[in-house]
């Protein structure tokens, strides 16, 4: 009873630290998620809306099923296991405050999901709503961004049409970046919508784009509870297992919470991104009965590929090979739109999957069919790569929840080599306060998929063997800990190593928060990896230790509900034999101002950095337009900021305005070839205008 006291007071002062506005929640777990991201511009778009969509209608915890509550990308599965039990054993939720009692969630967790769930009386399934129903009640969005280099770049140079087609040092169009959606949703049962794009230097409804922008994507989304579970036509994505096989769209990698090791396929969703490529075109469906359920997929659609025309000096007759795919989706130069969908991809499969509250095992085959097949050229460490026309890959996954302990892991062969691709991982929750988490991988040098997110050191599931082992502590209430340690190996030679390497990479992070008004976390990380040196004679490349070092304080205060500042300083080092010991710093402030009053949303930042080179160069997370993210490079010496203003009219319409700029001491250009601008600013503005009905 002292403990269900206590813990109510600790809900009180829970509640008032969520007195957040929406875009204040979502933006720091959008920020926890794009850490581990280290590039100019991700694609999260599916997490934000997942985020903002249950932001908005609240996932009711006496009747959210498995699926959704793992799609909250918050709870692990032994908590999860945890609330099904409760409801099973003991019964629907009467007050959010009885999850203070439960064994391995905590006031933590109660705090981090708030913004998302409620707790409401369970309701039966509803009877078939009519169609007439349904149209009344759907929700329409529409949504238009335009984003500008500010400086003039060399591949802008007016020249003429001549000139562009004849040269590759020119773009065909002009800088801005469009964005145009429209999308319409009943609940969570029907999406329907509509999404194009321009990148900057395509042209737009002119002789390279006849047809307007550059990109188009349109889906068409069903999800019931009967038979017919899922229907996706048009674009969508996949994901199942552990992405050892199969995946499409985001997912986890190694971030500062040592526990987030195991990934929650959502299987069929809908794709309302611009990623010009990982994505599927065509039709699938997932069909299901009592604790069975099965996918089958089906796409086909163009992608870029470097293509070569072979020509049979005595038969006449040209063949076509591929020597890589590109992933970019840029088709702004003439030989970038000769790439623009040159080869046809074809993509199908099915996924046999049986799930109860505790135990879930799935079947998968995907087969992948190019209408070219892929020849790299070869270098010493590509030679196991796919060649081919078509790949076949099978897998077998699983996951077992039993009180604290959860289990999973995935086995996949791919065709032609045969060669195996293999995880194995637990996670133990010792008490709310403590759990810990292992994760083993083997993924063999001669293991292909072009469609895969396992868990590992590199982007790709390929070449690679490592061990992971994490911890995470809460102490109370205000302090918390997370550890993890990594040691991986790479059995035959990678990218600019010229031997199989080993290496390690080791995270340890305290945080504290004793109040709704102060947050602070210290973190360091090391990095060891293989390099090949820098200095050498002769033929042979020896290879080195490449160990970086980074030294981060974060600290957030709110002065007034309304008013927050941030700190962030960060040091980086990396030491290596064949190069001088080289570091960088940065130091960034964040005003972010929302008065209750007038809706206007203001976001500052003014960061100075100095690094010895682009080698101890540091990521920062901006706020930036809806669905627009992004984590510049800081390298050199300058500084950087920018200022976004976001008006709300009527909870219907909202604009949002950004000007940003990296200013450069003792430069005169910057960049290179086509992005090269002459002065020591880089800048851009971006306006966004979104409307809900």
Not at 93 to 122: D, R
Not at 303 to 324: M, P, Y
Not at 399 to 410: Q, W
Not at 640 to 657: F, G, H, S, V
Request: net charge neutral.
């Amino acid at each position: 009873m002292n403990n269900f006291l206590f813990g109510c007071c600790l809900l009180f002062v829970t509640i008032g630290s969520i007195a957040q506005t929406k875009s204040e929640v979502i933006q720091q777990r959008m920020e926890f998620i794009a850490e581990e991201f280290e590039t100019e511009e991700i694609s999260l778009e599916d997490v934000f809306e997942n985020l903002s969509y249950f932001y908005d209608h609240p996932l009711n915890l006496n009747s959210a099923t498995q699926e959704e509550l793992e799609q909250l990308l918050l709870l692990s599965d032994i908590q999860i296991n945890e609330l099904l039990v409760y409801r099973e054993k003991v019964g629907p939720l009467k007050t959010i405050y009885e999850l203070l009692e439960f064994q391995f969630w905590g006031s933590q967790t109660v705090e981090q999901i708030l913004p998302f769930v409620n707790i409401a009386k369970a309701e039966p399934d509803k009877k078939k709503v009519s169609l007439s129903k349904m149209l009344k009640d759907i929700r329409s969005e529409a949504m238009f961004r335009w984003i500008r280099g500010v400086e003039e770049k060399a591949g802008y140079a007016p020249v003429t049409d001549q000139e562009k087609e004849e040269s590759n040092s020119y773009y065909w169009g002009s800088p801005d970046r469009l964005y145009s959606r429209f999308r319409f949703r009943y609940k969570t049962n029907l999406s329907f919508g509509v999404t194009m794009e321009k990148d900057p230097g395509e042209q737009l409804f002119r002789a390279t784009q006849p047809n307007g922008f550059d990109f188009y994507s349109a889906h068409l989304f069903y999800s019931g509870k009967k038979f017919v579970r899922k229907v996706a036509v048009g674009d969508y994505h996949f994901q199942m297992g552990q992405g050892l096989a199969f995946w499409s769209g985001y997912a986890f990698g190694k971030t500062a919470d040592a526990l987030l090791i195991r990934k929650n396929g959502r299987g069929l969703s809908p794709y309302a991104s611009v990623d010009e490529s990982r994505f599927l075109r065509g039709a699938a469906t997932e069909l299901g009965y009592k604790n069975w359920s099965l996918t089958v997929f089906a796409s086909q659609k163009y992608v870029d590929g470097n293509i070569t025309e072979i020509v049979d000096s005595l038969e006449g007759d040209a063949a076509r090979l591929a020597s890589s795919i590109n992933l970019t989706g840029l088709h702004r130069t003439t030989a970038e739109l000769a790439r623009k969908r040159s080869l046809q991809e074809t993509i199908f499969g099915s996924y046999l999957k049986y799930q109860t509250r505790s135990l879930q095992f799935g079947f998968g085959a995907v087969q992948q069919l190019y209408d070219a097949p892929l020849e790299r050229d070869l270098r010493p460490y590509n030679q196991f790569e796919f060649s081919g026309k078509q790949l076949l890959n099978l897998s077998a996954d699983y996951a077992y929840v039993y009180r604290n302990l959860n289990v999973f892991g995935e086995i996949a062969r791919s065709s032609g080599t045969g060669a195996f691709a293999i995880i194995q991982g637990s996670t133990l929750a010792i008490d709310n306060r403590a759990s810990v988490s292992v994760l083993y991988r083997n993924y063999a040098k001669d293991y292909h998929t072009f469609y895969s997110r396992g868990f590992g050191e590199r982007s790709r599931t390929i070449n690679e063997e490592g061990f992971f082992v994490g911890t995470k502590f809460n102490f109370n209430k205000a302090w918390s800990m997370n550890v993890y340690a990594d040691i991986f190996k790479f059995p035959w030679l990678v990218f600019r190593i010229d031997k199989p390497s080993i290496g390690h990479e080791f995270l340890g992070q305290i945080s504290y928060r004793p109040s709704n008004k102060i947050e602070l976390y210290v973190r360091f990380r090391e990095q060891s990896r293989m390099q090949n040196s820098r200095a050498y004679e002769g033929n042979i490349r020896p290879t080195e230790e490449v160990i970086q070092r980074n030294y981060r304080f974060n600290f957030n205060y709110k002065f007034t509900p309304e008013l927050q500042w941030k700190t962030r300083v960060e040091l980086v080092t990396v030491d290596r034999l064949s190069a001088p010991f080289e570091n960088g710093f940065v130091m960034a402030q964040d005003l972010v101002f929302r008065p209750k009053r007038f809706p206007l949303d203001v976001s500052l930042r003014y960061a100075l950095f100095d690094t010895d080179s682009f080698d101890t160069r540091l990521y920062l997370f901006e706020s930036n337009l809806l669905n627009v993210f992004s984590i510049p490079a800081y390298f050199n010496e300058g500084s950087r900021y920018y200022i976004m203003l976001k008006y709300e009219y009527k909870k219907n319409i909202e604009i949002w305005l950004r000007y940003a700029a990296f200013i450069y001491a003792n430069e005169a250009e910057l960049g290179t070839g086509l992005e090269q601008i002459t002065g020591s600013t880089r800048s851009e503005v971006g306006v966004q205008l979104r409307i809900r009905l």
